[in-house]
């Protein structure tokens, strides 16, 4: 007879969202054995973005005890003993293989039977394969995609393997290309990009954004191909990628090649058992789904966008963070018979490469409005981007901004303020959001 256990709340998936769930439900109130994370992976949960950020750096040579979570909040790291310590049940290289949400029942690869009362679904985003999208020889060997500790780890060695000689070709344009391409060129690689957009992060950046990194990039002895795409890949005689194989007929020569060409939430386990919407799994404020007892976090749920309307599935560690949060609060509240205001979700994202680095707050909509100094010669280049709809601001980017500037530029965006005209907002700049903040305290 299979083994079964039985929890009042399990988590499954060990990323971001699983482990800042674990933090708010230790900070609820939990007793021992009454929460057990399931996860795939091998370690306990860690800060995800950082894979293409410190952790890959050999400079630095990182471990990854310095990227569990919450390190990415500045609050203290949640070591496997601190599990132990709560009296959660950490449960990894697990995966779980079926859910039964009628019956409350989950099964794991290994034959285990793990009953619930609370399910959170915590699954996040699987890589697409480049094989997916149609490239030819795609399983060859030196092909890279960064999701788990393993893919980096992988990385890594072939980096110090090739580190006199490595020719990398990164597939793709968007912020993990930018992150990784920067780890790769400071670790002595040839880099080149290859992406089918006319530039860089095409569905974030502004032309004039994207032209500032573009630059900055080529000064740094990265090139960047732009408007074809990589339909397949030449090996030697032991498997392993020796070129890529363009659309417009060139060839690159590459002994490393790393894919970043998108990513699809893991729904696959609760397909017809849960309401789906965007791709992902439809939820309320909560990240209540369609199914009593059932909450989905992080990149997974698509829920309702109380700033803007309509609803929304957003990849981020930010949301991912603020989402298990959310929903762990909202559960407790449920059993003590009381209420939590329903998630009010200011967009977030940022980025860090070489030494830039840069953080966005609200909607990139409307007309757009360059200031500042972006010059990529400058020593410390600081400039940004306001977006205006209907006369008010939606959305500000900002490179080399401080922690203050940075608290500023979220209250413009929260606060959506009136402005004049684009042309004062051009000429005020980076002043108008700090006036505002001042203002506003």
Known sequence: MAEEKSYKYVIIGGGVAGGYAAREFSNQGLKPGELAIISKEPVPPFERPELTKVYIDLEVNPTLANIYVCAGTGEAK?????????????????????????????????GKIYKYQTLLIATGSTNIRLSEIGVQEADVKNIFYLREIEDSDELALAMELYVQRGKAVIIGGGFLGLEISSALRANNHEVTMVFPEPWLVHRFFTAEIASFYESYYANKGIKIIKGTVATGFSTNSDGEVTEV???????????????????????????????????????????????????????????????????????????????????????????????????????????????????????????????????????????????????????????????????????VARAQPSVESLDVLSEEGLSFATKFYSTSL
């Open 78 to 110: 949640q070591y496997p003993n601190w599990y132990k310590e709560k009296g959660i049940d950490l449960i990894v290289g697990t995966e779980i293989v079926k859910a039964d949400l009628a019956s409350k029942t989950l099964v794991s690869d290994d």
């Open 245 to 411: 194989k363009l659309e417009d007929g060139r060839t690159l020569e590459a002994n490393i090649v790393v894919a970043g060409v998108g990513a699809r939430p893991a729904t696959s386990l609760f397909k017809g058992q849960l309401e789906e919407e965007k791709g992902g799994i439809k939820t309320d404020g909560f990240f209540k789904t369609s199914v009593a007892d059932v909450y989905a976090l992080g990149d997974v749920a698509t829920f309702p966008m109380k700033m803007y309307g309509g609803t929304r599935r957003v990849e981020h560690a930010d949301n991912a963070r603020k989402s298990a949060a959310q929903a762990v609060k909202a559960i407790k509240a449920g059993e003590e018979g009381k209420t939590i205001p329903d998630y009010d979700y200011l967009p977030y994202f940022y980025s860090r490469f070489f030494k830039l680095s840069w953080e966005f707050y609200g909607e990139n909509v409307g007309e757009s409005v360059l200031f500042g100094d972006n010059d990529p010669k400058s020593p410390k280049p600081k400039f940004g981007t306001y977006w205006v709809k209907d006369g008010k601001v939606v959305g500000v980017f900002l490179e080399g901004g401080t922690q203050e500037e940075h608290k500023a530029i979220a209250k």
